[in-house]
């Protein structure tokens, strides 16, 4: 059983910067081995890839409405997945989620159904 709990969302005003974090927990998770992903669903929308990054860290793709922004990274000694979100526009608000690609040492992701475990979210809420 693996379990991802997120925390830092809020509600900022415009411009302002949060970090988001997902602790994973599971007595057989390497975490170390899995590509993590950071996702977002706003009301009305379908839940959207914002970033991801492989096991090592070194590979970090990104949706184009947050390159340059957002800023993923991961602490594998402390099995923490982060997302640094600076420059936050109300377009930003959703509820986001972190996410375990399925299988160990892939790329990391935008496709939805390559990730099987979700944390419950964390709400961010952009104030113009």
């Known amino acids: 059983q693996v379990q991802l709990v997120e925390s830092g969302g809020g509600l900022v005003q415009a411009g302002d910067s949060l970090r988001l974090s997902c602790a994973a927990s599971g007595r057989t998770f390497a975490f170390s081995n899995y590509a993590m992903g950071w996702f977002r669903q706003a009301p009305g929308k379908k839940r959207e890839f914002v970033a991801g990054?492989?096991?090592?860290?070194?590979?970090?793709p990104y949706a184009d409405s947050v390159k340059g922004r957002f800023t993923i990274s991961r602490d594998n000694a402390k099995n923490t997945v982060y997302l640094q979100m600076n420059s936050l526009k109300p377009e930003d608000t959703a509820v986001y989620y972190c996410a375990r690609q399925s299988a160990p040492s892939r790329r990391p992701s935008a496709l939805l159904s390559t990730y099987d475990y979700w944390g419950q979210g964390t709400q961010v809420t952009v104030s113009s």
């Open positions: 990054i492989s096991g090592s860290g070194n590979t970090t």
